[in-house]
Nanobody, 114 residues
């Protein structure tokens, strides 16, 4: 069974850059799964950020050009690099994996505040 664990700094200032990691176990990040980033801001629903698979990367229009998804096959880890952070980027960030089944990480809190 695929397991995912998000990690990263919890608090950053506006305009700063932050990188989140999603470490995968029980499966390979180089497989044909879709590996996605999703967030949930306070009082809001889930918001799709983007996804990566073995040969493609997609982004939601809301973050295109500011967020970058990448992966390191050797470390079996996916990353979300977020530039020019804004207070409205404050959210719990989740990674998930989808093939025939959907697996979720537990999420990591990101707070953007001065």
């Amino acid at each position: 069974q695929v397991q995912l664990q998000e990690s990263g700094p919890g608090l950053v200032k506006p305009s700063q850059t932050l990188s989140l990691s999603c470490t995968v176990s029980g499966g390979s990040i180089a497989s044909t799964y879709w590996w996605s980033w999703i967030r949930q801001s306070p009082g809001k629903g889930l918001e799709y950020m983007g996804a990566i698979n073995y040969d493609s990367t997609y982004y939601a229009d809301s973050v295109k050009g500011r967020f970058t998804i990448s992966r390191d096959n050797a470390k079996n880890t996916m990353y979300l690099l977020m530039d020019s952070l804004k207070p409205e980027d404050t959210a719990v960030y989740y990674c998930n994996a989808f093939s025939n089944e959907l697996y979720w990480g537990q999420g990591t809190q990101v707070t953007v505040s001065s």
